[in-house]
T-cell receptor, first 114, second 110 residues
Framework: EPEVTQTPSHQVTQMGQEVILRCVPISNHLYFYWYRQILGQKVEFLVSFYNNEISEKSEIFDDQFSVERPDGSNFTLKIRSTKLEDSAMYFCASSVEAGRSPLHFGNGTRLTVT | KNEVEQSPQNLTAQEGEFITINCSYS?????LHWLQQHPGGGIVSLFMLSSGKKKHGRLIATINIQEKHSSLHITASHPRDSAVYIC????????????FGPGTRLSVLP
């Protein structure tokens, strides 16, 4: 069964550094998402992406964050200048349609900012 | 107040028991997702439903749109069912994106 893959599985970075989290969505999916889960808390929506542009973003997704689909397969989340509070598990997800089909999640990237 | 609430927060069961996890929400929704989060952190979709009932193996999900409530049932529970079960809802009130509940941590003892 096709899967959403995320790399790396764990990233440690120093405060102020830029990080790029990578995702390869399922190939026939058209909608892509990033979610965040701070340790011990609920999953939170960051951003949705369709047709090569952001369709919605949350208050969390400020100017430090950006997303890109640089080629036909990868979907990246960049954090420009990491803060301690960015430490979390970041999940990529994709779906065939927005809201009518289930989300398929990757295994997540655990980001630790020191 | 959380947009999506789940109960119980934690649940410990003996192998073989019938388990029910509840989800309630406060606005009209277009879809509800039940998800399973493994101890390692990965998230798997179990069900997506907007009405009625769905069954897959030992798992059953029901939704009552009028009461704004959904339940996830596990029959003949097994230790491998131990995980966090998360309910998420999609609504125009939340910008058409899924809003997640806090999860129910289930431990099934052998």
């Amino acid at each position: 069964e096709p899967e959403v893959t995320q790399t790396p599985s764990h990233q440690v970075t120093q405060m102020g550094q830029e990080v790029i989290l990578r995702c390869v969505p399922i190939s026939n999916h058209l909608y892509f998402y990033w979610y965040r889960q701070i340790l011990g808390q609920k999953v939170e929506f960051l951003v949705s992406f369709y047709n090569n542009e952001i369709s919605e973003k949350s208050e969390i997704f400020d100017d430090q964050f950006s997303v890109e689909r640089p080629d036909g397969s990868n979907f990246t989340l960049k954090i420009r200048s990491t803060k301690l509070e960015d430490s979390a598990m970041y999940f990529c997800a994709s779906s065939v349609e927005a809201g009518r089909s289930p989300l398929h999640f990757g295994n997540g990237t655990r980001l630790t900012v020191t | 107040k959380n947009e999506v609430e789940q109960s119980p927060q934690n649940l410990t069961a003996q192998e073989g028991e019938f388990i029910t996890i509840n989800c309630s929400y406060s606005v009209g929704i277009s879809a509800l997702h039940w998800l399973q989060q493994h101890p390692g952190g990965g998230i798997v979709s179990l069900f997506m439903l907007s009405s009625g009932k769905k069954k897959h193996g030992r798992l059953i999900a029901t939704i009552n749109i009028q009461e704004k409530h959904s339940s996830l049932h596990i029959t003949a529970s097994h230790p491998r069912d131990s995980a966090v079960y998360i309910c998420a809802v999609r609504s125009k009130a939340y910008g058409q994106n899924f809003v997640f509940g806090p999860g129910t941590r289930l431990s099934v003892l052998p």
